[in-house]
């Protein structure tokens, strides 16, 4: 089983070498920001990936859904942001990292949608913020620098207060042809997954070496996939539908573990 790998911190409660789990057939670990590891499921050099919940919805017909896994906040994220020179009122230009689709469809509906406001948008080239009026970062980046800009406004945040739901950022999905002949395989990795989530928060200090800062921030996020959840991607879909990124509504389709 080849399995796309995302090396954020925010990860680390699924990484199942650390918790000391073991699979009991052979694997790979692909390592990527989600931006690469959702190009490698969909031309099917992985089998199994932990990708951008945006990717999925663009693809879902090539995937199915890993059940009650996911990484989403139920109000801040910290580290999915925007930072600013100005107040995100008065934003005309902002850099977008390509690391993450779900997170630049995201402020788009932010823009588009609730604020009703049109920007320009740019490419974030590696990380470079330097001389840029508004960026968007996500993951380790954004928390390294969330205090060089003096606005900084949290995505999951804004879609908390404006919808109520939390919002889903990662999913774990295995490609329909994989499954079908390797469901076995699937399910252990979902048993596997979902213990290794368990055992992390049952003492997070083990695996983060005492780091109150970095156990604050996981234990601030989310890792369920409720009918809740599930709502929140139908209404995120929605927004994508109306701003034009999508051209069909998405059937969220599961793998049956």
């Known amino acids: 089983m080849r399995i ?17 789990l073991k699979l009991s057939f ?27 919940s945006a990717h999925y919805i663009e693809n879902f017909r090539d995937y199915l859904i890993i059940p009650d896994l996911s990484i ?10 925007i930072l600013s020179d100005v107040p995100i009122e008065e934003i005309k230009n902002i850099h977008l990292t390509k690391a993450s689709k779900t997170s630049r469809y995201l402020t788009k509906v932010i823009f ?6 049109s920007v320009t948008y740019f490419d974030l080239e590696d990380g470079d913020i330097q001389g840029k009026e508004s960026v968007l970062l996500i993951g380790d ?3 390294k620098y969330a205090h060089l800009k003096r606005y ?4 999951s945040s804004i879609w908390y207060k404006k919808t109520k739901l939390p919002f889903v950022f990662a999913l774990w999905c295995v490609r329909k042809e994989y499954y079908q002949k390797n469901k076995d395989k699937v399910k252990e990795l979902y048993r596997v997954l979902k213990e290794s989530k368990n055992r992390f928060f049952e003492d997070p200090e083990r695996y983060v070496k005492k780091d109150d800062k970095a156990v604050e921030y ?13 709502k929140s991607l139908e ?13 069909e509504r998405p059937v969220f389709q599961f793998a049956e573990v």
Request: aromatic share 12%; net charge negative.
């Open 112 to 117: 588009e949608v609730f604020l009703k406001k």
């Open 26 to 52: 052979s694997y790979q670990l692909v390592k990527g920001v989600p931006s690469f590891i959702n190009r490698l499921l969909s031309e099917g050099s992985i089998d199994v990936g932990f990708i951008s």
């Open 152 to 155: 900084s406004y949290d995505l």
């Open 235 to 247: 209404l995120f879909s929605e927004y994508l539908l109306d701003i034009g990124l999508i051209t």
């Open 141 to 143: 980046n954004a928390i």
């Open 4 to 20: 796309g790998w995302i090396e954020y911190l925010n990860t680390l409660p699924f990484n199942f070498e650390k918790t000391d």
């Open 72 to 81: 989403s906040a139920l109000n801040r994220v910290k580290s999915v942001i």
């Open 218 to 230: 996981l234990k601030n996020l989310d890792y369920c996939l409720s009918s809740e959840h599930l």
